[in-house]
């Protein structure tokens, strides 16, 4: 019998490549040959952001197939890009599938797909070919939780069948007296770009949320201990958190981003003072308007604190360039802007000393595995319901408000940043939080001996 051969196939989106990726290496290391499925786009934008070190490794496979939107389609727009997946997608998984069954040799054969949870199409289709399933769930299991629980929120009247949005807007509910209460207007599928969007979503994840019954295992990128009531809750076998997932540890290997990261702020890191640094991120999708930038540009520099901020070109409206002008002029050397961050390895950098965050997923996992407190700026998804864990859960992080405009203002940035910095018992929170993150994957943790129970059932 030759090594098990599993097809990975993340959601098109960098948050959810990226900790499949990290998955896909932890796989090969356990003996298993890896097909690694993009779609055109992101593929493309994979293989030029990959290290150039990078030796081809017989062990993971990358191919690509369309994603059933045209070329020069808006690719963030994540309703739009869910819709289009469906019509084209399955149709070219299956075609994989069945050439790979007919003409590998019989050792080479696939023998298992692992599917974003948001692909759940996928799981019969590789079912239909003789291949066994096994779900990744990127987010939370608090936000896992919530959606599998839409037809109890729609009986209890907290939300409306039609299209999820809330009966009473801001209600508070428990889905059960363990689990942190949580806002209806911060369900996952509420906090889209726009209303119709929050429909589209809202309708996939109906589809998608009994696909559980499909698979033998959902594996997540979260850890027991982080989030117990909810684990305790969905009360099932076949839910193994295995993270948090890190792929800063694969130098010189594929860690699955689509930007090539700006290393240079390694370098500047290292003439920062200890535990100085704000390190300032929004992660690959989440925008502000022009006001607002200029905004939290003037606050960074109020705080008279040394900072890293990412700003991707397409982060606000206007030319980055021409709104940075002046702010470069005024700080000189104490702040650092940069397009790309090798964030992983930023946030476990002793200079940093806080990360101001749109708390995705991931971004959550990562500042959490490497004790740093949170400023939570969340602006849409999963990210409200993550805030609520960081501030009023895990007790690690500060929430910052908008005001009547809708607006961050400079003034409660520099205010929040003192606060924060100036609150030790956040910081010991937050380390005591990363000794049991990290304990939970080293050798006999949680996390490691869900992962192992995974590996060994899907390699038979
Ligand atoms: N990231 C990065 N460099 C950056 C910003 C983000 O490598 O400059 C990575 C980050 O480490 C995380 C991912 O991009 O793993 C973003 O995922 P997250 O779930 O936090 O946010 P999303 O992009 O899905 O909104």
Avoid at 17 to 40: D, Q, Y
Avoid at 129 to 158: H, M
Wanted: aromatic share 8%; with cysteine; proline share 6%.
């Amino acid at each position: 019998m030759g090594r098990p051969h599993a097809l990975l196939l993340p959601l098109p989106a960098q948050g959810h490549v990226l900790p499949l990726m990290e998955l896909a290496h932890r796989m090969v290391s356990h003996g298993f040959t890896i097909t690694f499925i993009n779609t055109h786009f992101n593929h493309a934008r994979l293989l030029s952001a990959m290290p150039t070190t990078y030796n081809t490794n017989p062990s993971i496979n990358f191919i690509s197939i369309p994603d059933g939107l045209q070329p020069g389609d808006d690719r963030y727009h994540v309703a739009n890009l869910c819709k289009a997946l469906i019509t084209i997608m399955p149709l070219h998984l299956e075609e994989i599938i069945i050439n790979m069954m007919h003409k590998q040799p019989e050792q080479d054969k696939p023998t298992c797909l692992i599917a974003d949870q948001a692909m759940a199409w996928a799981f019969n289709v590789a079912k239909k070919n003789g291949l066994r399933t096994a779900a990744f769930w990127p987010a939370s299991a608090a936000t896992f939780t919530s959606i599998r629980n839409v037809p109890k929120l729609i009986q209890d009247g907290i939300i409306h069948e039609h299209d999820g949005s809330a009966k009473t807007p801001g209600v508070i509910f428990r889905l059960s007296p363990g689990i942190p209460p949580m806002n209806v207007n911060h369900l996952f599928w509420n906090r889209q770009l726009d209303s119709e969007s929050n429909k589209v979503i809202f309708h996939c994840i109906n589809t998608n949320k009994d696909s559980i019954k499909n698979v033998e295992f959902v594996v997540c990128n979260s850890f027991y201990e982080a989030e117990k009531p909810e684990f305790d809750y969905l009360n099932t076998s076949k839910i193994l958190p295995i993270g948090p997932l890190l792929s800063c540890q694969r130098f010189g290997k594929p860690a699955g981003l689509f930007w090539s990261a700006d290393t240079t702020c390694k370098a500047w890191l290292d003439e920062q003072d200890v535990n100085s640094v704000i390190y300032v991120a929004f992660g690959s999708l989440a925008t502000v308007d022009e006001r607002q930038f200029q905004e939290l540009a003037l606050g960074l520099e109020l705080t008279g604190r040394p900072f890293l901020w990412v700003v991707r070109p397409d982060f606000t409206g206007k030319a980055i360039i021409d709104l940075l002008k002046g702010l470069e002029d005024r700080i000189g050397g104490r702040g650092m802007v940069v397009e790309w961050s090798p964030q992983q390895e930023v946030l476990a950098h002793p200079a940093v000393s806080c990360f101001m965050s749109h708390c995705g997923w991931n971004s959550t996992m990562e500042g959490v595995s490497n004790g740093v407190p949170f400023l939570c700026w969340p602006c849409f998804g999963d990210q409200h319901l993550n805030q609520t864990y960081i501030c009023d859960v895990w007790k690690i992080g500060l929430k910052m408000n908008p005001d009547e405009n809708n607006m961050i203002t400079k003034e409660q940035i520099k205010d929040k940043v003192e606060e924060l910095l100036d609150d030790g018992e956040m910081k010991k929170r937050a380390l005591a939080m990363k000794e049991i993150a990290i304990k939970g994957i080293e050798k006999g943790g949680s996390s490691f001996e869900n992962f192992n129970t995974f590996i060994s059932a899907m390699q038979v």
